[in-house]
């Protein structure tokens, strides 16, 4: 009988965990608390021997590097618009840069086809017992796993589940960070660009229509602080 393995999380590191486990035998079986497999977010860069390996042996680094964005470089920037500092693309983009909702698609496709996949459902419960983890769910009927993985990030639901609120684990720093995607209506070049604003506000900026902007910010809320507003554009080359 084979071992039956949980994985919590359906974004990057569940899909690819998946995958390895129903390469070697395992069970695998993924929950996503999204109603389907969710796209959007920042690009994820690979370097070095060891990421490409890795990615060549799962047999998906052709399909990345054919996703890949290129890079693009960085220049921040002062109030005036006069650059402070520069990154060529080969610095910041690794040896292949895809965007995280066409990883996480290239991800999932790969392990489906040793892979059950649990969409608009999460854990509730987990009870150890004799013979394994009996785990309830929010929607679907308890089940029993050999082990349980938890691959749902920052604010995980099975590190609560398993050793208490997220408060006694966590200590927040006081900023937050968002990105979220623009056209490009001021027809931007490719790049990015910086802008730390000593205590005013985000500023954003739209990006390409063939490569959606990509705009990250981070904020205090705590007050005579610096709030750093980083707008970043990008387009396929």
Same mark, same amino acid.
């Given at each position: 009988?084979?071992?039956?393995?949980?994985?919590?999380?359906?974004?990057?590191?569940?899909?690819?965990?998946?995958?390895?486990?129903?390469?070697?035998?395992?069970?695998?079986?993924?929950?996503?608390?999204?109603?389907?497999?969710?796209?959007?977010?920042?690009?994820?860069?690979?370097?070095?021997?060891?990421?490409?390996?890795?990615?060549?042996?799962?047999?998906?680094?052709?399909?990345?590097?054919?996703?890949?964005?290129?890079?693009?470089?960085?220049?921040?920037?002062?109030?005036?618009?006069?650059?402070?500092?520069?990154? !060529?693309?080969?610095?910041?983009?690794?040896?292949?840069?895809?965007?995280?909702?066409?990883?996480?698609?290239?991800?999932?496709?790969?392990?489906? !086809?040793?892979?059950?996949?649990?969409?608009?459902?999460?854990?509730?419960?987990?009870?150890?017992?004799?013979?394994?983890?009996?785990?309830?769910?929010?929607?679907?009927? =308890?089940?029993?796993?050999?082990?349980?993985?938890?691959?749902?990030?920052?604010?995980?639901?099975?590190?609560?589940?398993?050793?208490?609120?997220?408060?006694?684990?966590?200590?927040?720093?006081?900023?937050?960070?968002?990105?979220?995607?623009?056209?490009?209506?001021?027809?931007?070049? =490719?790049?990015?660009?910086?802008?730390?604003?000593?205590?005013?506000?985000?500023?954003?900026?739209?990006?390409?229509?063939?490569?959606?902007?990509?705009?990250?910010?981070?904020?205090?809320?705590?007050?005579?602080?610096?709030?750093?507003?980083?707008?970043?554009?990008?387009?396929?080359?």
């Amino acid at each position: 009988m084979s071992t039956k393995v949980l994985i919590s999380g359906a974004s990057i590191a569940g899909p690819a965990l998946a995958y390895w486990l129903g390469r070697y035998g395992f069970e695998t079986t993924v929950v996503e608390l999204a109603p389907a497999l969710r796209g959007g977010g920042q690009a994820v860069d690979f370097r070095g021997e060891t990421h490409l390996t890795v990615l060549e042996r799962m047999g998906v680094l052709d399909e990345l590097r054919a996703l890949d964005t290129g890079g693009s470089p960085i220049t921040f920037i002062d109030g005036r618009g006069r650059q402070l500092l520069h990154l !060529p693309a080969d610095f910041a983009g690794g040896d292949v840069e895809v965007p995280r909702g066409e990883l996480a698609q290239v991800l999932y496709q790969r392990s489906l !086809p040793r892979t059950e996949y649990l969409f608009d459902d999460s854990i509730t419960a987990l009870e150890e017992t004799p013979t394994g983890i009996r785990v309830a769910f929010r929607q679907g009927a =308890p089940r029993e796993f050999d082990l349980v993985i938890g691959a749902d990030g920052l604010h995980s639901n099975i590190r609560r589940l398993a050793f208490g609120p997220e408060e006694h684990y966590v200590r927040h720093l006081g900023y937050y960070a968002a990105t979220w995607q623009l056209p490009n209506y001021l027809d931007l070049p =490719p790049g990015s660009v910086g802008l730390n604003v000593p205590g005013g506000l985000p500023r954003s900026a739209p990006t390409t229509a063939t490569r959606p902007g990509r705009v990250p910010s981070s904020s205090s809320p705590r007050p005579n602080s610096v709030t750093t507003a980083m707008t970043w554009h990008s387009r396929r080359r």
